[in-house]
């Protein structure tokens, strides 16, 4: 587990159960209930907290970074240490590491500097004493006879390979440029963690296979009775087959606590992920079997038996109201699903009349079978057309609702001389389902594609698999369907290029607060129709599972679509003077934004003037007032990418929900955990992958924890035009067409 690449050596020091009863009666003898912080020790760590924030704020990340690791490892406060843990979370040469050994890593890593290119770090043949990671900067790899076989850059590392094998370097490693900056590991320190690792590893086996492995980790330390310090651990899965992990979550699930309790963070890791590695189609047989609702121990007197059969109908019963509760509305659309539900409360029913302690749990079963059933049959009643286009007409001027894969769509399909043919399908409908309706339009059926075009004229042929392909489009994107012998004549339409005047005229009537508010509401609807699923599907790919992302689709183009609106409505507009009150003004929404804590639309209003159709306006950003300059430069330090966006972290780590975040941040920390880290190792699931992505999605959660409640009092007379501007806005998405606007404001200066 953990270690991958690292290590291949004797595991003589692990425990190994081969049954699962003294597996978990071991478990329940090595760890003892943990207390709870007081409100008094909660207070003083947040105000710790508190403290080394502002000063990361006020001094700069990497600054605060340096001064930090520059610290003797023993001399590092906790602070120190989850800051560094923080930054290691981002470097691509741990991605495959564990939490534990990320965590043990920031206690030792050293941080060493060389200013001069051409600085040998080491040389072949001789002994590895230490293990680098390239924090900034990069190196030329060389050996003898060969010279420079790769250059290694920003989050590569090297140097690893000789403290595993105990062997001398293979190669020499050369500064490839001045100011290099590296975290160094030395041997003693990387041997010693290794060994920890594996000493604290617990495997259950079946049949000479692991089938479950636990990491015993620290949880902190607890005065006794006797008033002597115990240490405090807990066992995390790293890894099990399906049903293995299942079953350790049955077994040591808590059932003082209830199914909407967050605490359980591991439990909810599982219910959030099990979609990856235990669709539902092997959830629900795995949890009516009978070895796990119906589950009897082989040991123990009669009423041990019977207490543990009824707490473990207690846990299954508690584990599918938390199903329920994390799929909500979406277990609509999966037939054997609430077919499981169905046969699941009926076990319920019969049981709780033997047994009374089922009766409260099968009151919230009831409720959530009964909410499902009546959505079900009045969705049956009535398909309702979502949207056209997703993007034209009346639609978005109302309140969205959460779109789901069995809604439909009504959107048009254009043909090679741009004519089109409308059709209706489900929004989940795959592209061969697409072609198939529009090949019953047409009246031919022969060998014909799908084609996604931009504006730009961008081409791309859809995959007959490809799910939800309508709202992956970009702003301007259209669908265009053809036989494949005429790709190459498909050109875009003429609507794609967007507007050719501004709405400076409108624009400059309406506040910027009044602006910046209804950009909040219209975004939090967006927001808030996102299923935590779809960040899911959206990460491994939503073919996989044939389920659509509209909602986090449209999320994620809105984006695009104000940063767009930005640069179309500056460079539109010929006037000098007008020019530089739409900065002033932009500049002015981007503070309510921010100030409203809509932080993916103050981002892409910062990200419009920083395109480069805009930052080259050197005439109009010249006659921009100082005070608006200095103002755009605090907003631009906080999209500074360094440190993988560390002071964009800080601010959000200090404000409350509700909160719109940046989403193509979360989008891409998602993205980079799951190319970085398998899903199966020797196949098992790797589920510190599974526990990893899982804390990016309870990140949105969070941000929605409390209601976005609109204050009425801002709301002035001519709301109902701002409302209705914001949320139809026109603009052109093509780069070169916006370069050419610009280059005709303001030609390049000879």
């Given at each position: 587990?953990?270690?991958?690449?690292?290590?291949?050596?004797?595991?003589?020091?692990?425990?190994?159960?081969q049954?699962?009863?003294?597996?978990?009666?071991?478990?329940d003898?090595?760890?003892?209930?943990?207390?709870?912080?007081?409100?008094?020790?909660?207070?003083?760590?947040?105000?710790?907290?508190?403290?080394?924030?502002?000063?990361?704020?006020?001094?700069?990340?990497?600054?605060?970074?340096?001064?930090?690791?520059?610290?003797?490892?023993?001399?590092?406060?906790v602070?120190d240490?989850?800051?560094?843990?923080?930054e290691?979370?981002h470097?691509?040469?741990?991605?495959h590491?564990?939490?534990?050994?990320?965590?043990?890593?920031?206690?030792?890593?050293?941080?060493e500097?060389?200013?001069?290119?051409?600085?040998?770090?080491?040389?072949?043949?001789?002994?590895?004493?230490?293990?680098?990671?390239?924090?900034?900067?990069?190196?030329?790899?060389?050996?003898?006879?060969?010279?420079?076989?790769?250059?290694?850059?920003?989050?590569?590392?090297?140097?690893?390979?000789?403290l595993?094998?105990?062997?001398?370097r293979a190669?020499?490693?050369?500064?490839?440029?001045?100011?290099?900056?590296?975290?160094?590991?030395?041997?003693?320190?990387?041997?010693?963690?290794?060994?920890?690792?594996?000493?604290?590893?617990v495997?259950?086996?079946?049949?000479?296979?692991?089938?479950?492995?636990?990491?015993?980790i620290?949880?902190?330390n607890?005065?006794?009775?006797?008033?002597?310090?115990?240490?405090?651990c807990?066992?995390?899965?790293?890894?099990?087959?399906?049903e293995?992990i299942?079953?350790?979550?049955?077994?040591?699930?808590?059932?003082?606590?209830?199914?909407?309790e967050?605490?359980?963070?591991?439990?909810?890791?599982?219910?959030?992920?099990?979609?990856?590695?235990?669709?539902?189609?092997?959830?629900?047989?795995?949890?009516?079997?009978?070895?796990?609702?119906h589950?009897?121990?082989?040991?123990g007197?009669?009423?041990?038996?019977?207490?543990?059969?009824?707490?473990?109908?207690?846990?299954?019963?508690?584990?599918?109201?938390?199903?329920?509760?994390?799929?909500?509305?979406?277990?609509?659309?999966?037939?054997?699903?609430?077919?499981?539900?169905?046969?699941?409360?009926?076990?319920?029913?019969?049981?709780?009349?033997?047994?009374?302690?089922?009766?409260?749990q099968?009151?919230?079963?009831?409720?959530?079978?009964?909410q499902?059933?009546?959505?079900?049959?009045?969705?049956?009643?009535?398909?309702?057309?979502?949207?056209r286009?997703?993007?034209?007409?009346?639609?978005?001027?109302?309140?969205?609702?959460?779109?789901?894969?069995?809604?439909?769509?009504?959107?048009?399909?254009?043909?090679?001389?741009?004519?089109?043919?409308?059709?209706?399908?489900?929004?989940?409908?795959?592209?061969?389902?697409?072609?198939?309706?529009?090949?019953?339009?047409?009246?031919s059926?022969?060998?014909?594609?799908?084609?996604k075009?931009?504006?730009?004229?961008?081409?791309?042929?859809?995959?007959?698999?490809?799910?939800?392909?309508?709202?992956?489009?970009s702003?301007?994107?259209?669908?265009?369907?053809?036989?494949?012998?005429?790709?190459?004549?498909?050109?875009?339409?003429?609507e794609?290029?967007?507007?050719?005047?501004g709405?400076?005229?409108?624009?400059?009537?309406?506040?910027?607060?009044?602006?910046?508010y209804?950009?909040?509401?219209?975004?939090?609807?967006?927001?808030?129709?996102?299923?935590?699923?779809?960040?899911?599907?959206?990460?491994?790919?939503?073919?996989?599972?044939?389920?659509?992302?509209?909602?986090?689709?449209?999320?994620?183009?809105?984006?695009?679509?104000?940063?767009?609106?930005?640069v179309?409505?500056?460079?539109?507009c010929?006037?000098?003077?007008?020019?530089?009150q739409?900065?002033?003004?932009?500049?002015?929404?981007?503070?309510?934004?921010?100030?409203?804590?809509?932080l993916?639309?103050?981002?892409?209003?910062?990200?419009?003037?920083?395109?480069?159709?805009?930052?080259?306006?050197?005439?109009?950003?010249?006659?921009?007032p100082?005070?608006?300059?200095?103002?755009?430069?605090?907003?631009?330090?906080?999209?500074?990418?360094?440190?993988?966006?560390?002071?964009?972290?800080?601010?959000?780590?200090?404000?409350?929900?509700?909160?719109?975040?940046?989403?193509?941040?979360?989008?891409?920390?998602?993205?980079?955990?799951?190319?970085?880290?398998?899903?199966?190792i020797?196949?098992?699931?790797?589920?510190e992958?599974?526990?990893?992505?899982?804390?990016?999605?309870r990140?949105?959660?969070?941000?929605?924890?409390?209601?976005?409640?609109?204050?009425?009092?801002?709301?002035?007379?001519?709301?109902?035009?701002?409302?209705?501007?914001?949320?139809?806005?026109?603009?052109?998405d093509?780069?070169?067409?916006?370069?050419?606007?610009?280059h005709r404001?303001?030609?390049?200066?000879?």
């Amino acid at each position: 587990v953990v270690i991958a690449e690292l290590v291949l050596f004797s595991v003589d020091q692990e425990h190994y159960f081969q049954d699962k009863y003294l597996f978990y009666r071991f478990l329940d003898d090595e760890q003892e209930d943990a207390p709870l912080p007081t409100e008094e020790e909660k207070k003083e760590c947040d105000e710790e907290l508190q403290d080394t924030l502002l000063l990361l704020s006020q001094i700069g990340p990497d600054a605060l970074m340096r001064m930090i690791l520059r610290k003797l490892p023993g001399h590092r406060t906790v602070d120190d240490l989850e800051i560094i843990y923080e930054e290691l979370l981002h470097i691509k040469a741990l991605s495959h590491l564990s939490t534990t050994v990320k965590r043990e890593l920031a206690g030792v890593l050293i941080f060493e500097s060389h200013a001069t290119a051409g600085t040998v770090l080491f040389n072949q043949g001789e002994e590895g004493t230490s293990w680098y990671i390239i924090l900034k900067g990069s190196v030329n790899v060389v050996i003898y006879g060969k010279g420079v076989v790769c250059t290694l850059h920003e989050g590569d590392d090297f140097g690893k390979l000789a403290l595993v094998n105990d062997a001398p370097r293979a190669a020499s490693i050369v500064l490839r440029e001045d100011n290099c900056h590296f975290l160094r590991v030395d041997k003693e320190d990387f041997n010693r963690i290794l060994r920890d690792v594996e000493a604290n590893t617990v495997r259950l086996k079946e049949h000479e296979q692991d089938v479950l492995v636990l990491e015993k980790i620290s949880t902190g330390n607890r005065v006794s009775n006797q008033g002597s310090i115990q240490p405090q651990c807990k066992y995390t899965v790293m890894s099990g087959t399906p049903e293995k992990i299942l079953e350790h979550f049955l077994e040591t699930m808590r059932l003082e606590s209830t199914f909407n309790e967050t605490s359980d963070s591991a439990l909810d890791d599982f219910v959030l992920m099990h979609c990856v590695f235990m669709p539902n189609n092997q959830l629900c047989p795995a949890l009516m079997a009978p070895d796990t609702y119906h589950a009897q121990p082989s040991q123990g007197n009669e009423q041990e038996k019977l207490d543990y059969a009824l707490n473990n109908k207690r846990r299954v019963t508690r584990l599918v109201l938390q199903w329920t509760s994390m799929y909500g509305d979406l277990l609509q659309e999966d037939d054997a699903a609430m077919a499981f539900l169905e046969e699941f409360y009926v076990s319920v029913s019969d049981d709780s009349r033997m047994t009374p302690a089922l009766r409260e749990q099968l009151i919230e079963l009831e409720k959530v079978l009964k909410q499902n059933s009546e959505e079900a049959k009045a969705s049956q009643k009535k398909h309702r057309v979502l949207l056209r286009q997703f993007s034209i007409g009346d639609e978005r001027l109302q309140k969205r609702q959460p779109i789901r894969g069995t809604d439909e769509i009504l959107f048009k399909v254009y043909c090679i001389d741009h004519t089109y043919t409308t059709i209706r399908v489900p929004v989940a409908a795959s592209v061969k389902e697409v072609i198939s309706a529009v090949a019953d339009k047409l009246g031919s059926g022969e060998d014909l594609i799908l084609v996604k075009m931009s504006s730009a004229g961008e081409k791309m042929v859809l995959k007959p698999n490809d799910v939800s392909v309508f709202t992956t489009l970009s702003v301007n994107g259209r669908l265009f369907v053809c036989p494949r012998n005429q790709f190459d004549s498909l050109t875009p339409l003429p609507e794609q290029e967007g507007p050719s005047t501004g709405t400076t005229g409108t624009f400059e009537l309406m506040s910027s607060k009044d602006l910046a508010y209804q950009m909040t509401v219209y975004d939090w609807e967006l927001f808030n129709c996102v299923y935590e699923l779809e960040l899911i599907h959206h990460t491994f790919g939503r073919h996989i599972f044939k389920k659509t992302t509209a909602n986090l689709d449209l999320f994620l183009r809105r984006f695009n679509e104000l940063q767009f609106w930005v640069v179309t409505e500056i460079c539109l507009c010929s006037q000098l003077s007008k020019r530089v009150q739409l900065l002033k003004k932009f500049i002015k929404i981007a503070a309510h934004c921010k100030e409203y804590k809509n932080l993916n639309s103050f981002f892409a209003i910062i990200m419009g003037l920083s395109n480069v159709a805009v930052s080259r306006l050197t005439q109009t950003w010249e006659k921009l007032p100082s005070k608006f300059k200095k103002l755009y430069s605090e907003f631009e330090s906080l999209m500074d990418p360094s440190r993988n966006h560390r002071a964009y972290r800080l601010t959000v780590a200090k404000l409350d929900p509700p909160i719109i975040p940046f989403m193509p941040l979360l989008i891409k920390d998602m993205t980079f955990t799951h190319e970085g880290n398998k899903t199966f190792i020797d196949n098992l699931v790797n589920f510190e992958k599974m526990r990893m992505i899982a804390n990016t999605v309870r990140t949105v959660r969070y941000c929605r924890s409390q209601p976005f409640n609109p204050d009425a009092a801002l709301v002035n007379k001519n709301h109902q035009d701002v409302r209705s501007y914001i949320r139809q806005l026109n603009v052109i998405d093509n780069q070169r067409t916006l370069s050419q606007l610009s280059h005709r404001l303001e030609p390049r200066r000879s």
